[in-house]
T-cell receptor, first 114, second 112 residues
Framework: AQSVTQLDSHVSVSEGTPVLLRCNYS??????LFWYVQHPNKGLQLLLKYTSAATLVKGINGFEAEFKKSETSFHLTKPSAHMSDAAEYFCVVTGRTGGFKTIFGAGTRLFVKA | NAGVTQTPKFRVLKTGQSMTLLCAQD?????MYWYRQDPGMGLRLIHY???????AKGEVPDGYNVSRLKKQNFLLGLESAAPSQTSVYFCATGDRGVNEQFFGPGTRLTVL
């Protein structure tokens, strides 16, 4: 069975400080993992994806994530937060388990203080 | 390219009424999905399609029906709306099941 847990429902940082959004996953198969961002009243936009190539994945807007199989984690980081990063972030796992499943985490809302 | 579009953007229904949400894509993707988004629950898959003429149930299919008569369109129907179906509905497309998905702007549905 597949599952994904975002460990924080809310994260608040000051502009210019690092961002860490945590995601743990469970999958019986080698998963594909994604981070999406959703700005208020908008659809979801892909930030980055892991599909069994390099374990450190770079995405748009300075975000990156590291796939750690031993820890079953796929945490999202950014060295320096910008006000425009304030949004909701979703960790997603996809993989075939006798069919097809896409599982979304519950989301982490990122607040950025001036 | 319009990408993924959804109509309508907003709708208010009374309990028991029916409606159809339309998702259209010009990306030539095989896979299409319908999700609902509720506060604190992320997105939950309602139904999906892996190609024209095919549909399959997702995580929360009850109370919804879908059809994929044309590759570019995926319709979500509510036969008898209930207040529990008040939500924001997102359509998404993808070229393979394990690749990234491309999302429409959403439809905000309120059932009174």
């Amino acid at each position: 069975a597949q599952s994904v847990t975002q460990l924080d429902s809310h994260v608040s940082v000051s502009e210019g400080t690092p961002v860490l959004l945590r995601c743990n996953y469970s999958s019986s198969y080698s998963p594909s993992l994604f981070w999406y961002v959703q700005h208020p009243n908008k659809g979801l936009q892909l930030l980055l994806k892991y599909t069994s190539a390099a374990t450190l994945v770079k995405g748009i807007n300075g975000f990156e994530a590291e796939f750690k199989k031993s820890e079953t984690s796929f945490h999202l980081t950014k060295p320096s937060a910008h006000m425009s990063d304030a949004a909701e972030y979703f960790c997603v796992v996809t993989g075939r388990t006798g069919g097809f499943k896409t599982i979304f985490g519950a989301g982490t809302r990122l607040f950025v203080k001036a | 390219n319009a990408g993924v579009t959804q109509t309508p953007k907003f709708r208010v229904l009374k309990t028991g009424q029916s409606m159809t949400l339309l998702c259209a894509q010009d990306m030539n993707h095989e896979y299409m999905y319908w999700y609902r988004q509720d506060p604190g629950m992320g997105l939950r898959l309602i139904h999906y399609s892996v190609g024209e003429g095919t549909t399959a149930k997702g995580e929360v299919p009850d109370g919804y029906n879908v059809s994929r008569l044309k590759k570019q369109n995926f319709l979500l129907g509510l036969e008898s709306a209930a207040p529990s179906q008040t939500s924001v509905y997102f359509c998404a497309t993808g070229d393979r099941g394990v690749n990234e998905q491309f999302f429409g702007p959403g439809t905000r549905l309120t059932v009174l």
